[in-house]
């Protein structure tokens, strides 16, 4: 079983950046494939990144690619979400969440979940 805990969220201004964390707790963070979701008020929970469990591979939802990078540290169990040139639509509650199997845009298939962390961006 794995913990997972996110920061770094806030409110910045349209264009701006902010960069998510997520510590995991627990064990063999390395043997999760990890994933960043979001969850704007009145949608669905929609993904947004996906990184394997070694780091070497990663899938972008169309609406973040070349805005959004995730990345993981294996060393310090933590996987980040580097967000750039941020809109207003980026406004949403980010979840960051573990799987045993290969990289899944589908929340049901992620195994444990943070608590989410606030990210708002003012047009």
């Known amino acids: 079983q794995v913990q997972l805990v996110e920061s770094g969220g806030g409110l910045v201004r349209a264009g701006g950046s902010l960069r998510l964390s997520c510590a995991a707790s627990?064990?063999?963070?390395?043997?999760?494939?990890m994933g960043w979701f979001r969850q704007a008020p009145g949608k669905e929970r929609e993904f947004v990144a996906a990184?394997?469990?070694?780091?070497?591979?990663?899938d972008y939802a169309d609406s973040v690619k070349g805005r959004f990078t995730i990345s993981r540290d294996n060393a310090k169990n933590t996987v980040y979400l580097q967000m750039n040139s941020l809109k207003p639509e980026d406004t949403a509650v980010y979840y960051c969440?573990?799987?045993?199997?290969?990289?899944?845009?589908?929340?049901?298939?992620?195994?444990?979940w943070g608590q989410g962390t606030q990210v708002t961006v003012s047009s």
């Open positions: 969440a573990a799987d045993h199997g290969w990289i899944n845009v589908a929340p049901r298939a992620y195994d444990y």
């Open positions: 627990g064990r063999a963070f390395s043997s999760y494939t």
């Open positions: 990184i394997s469990r070694g780091g070497g591979t990663a």
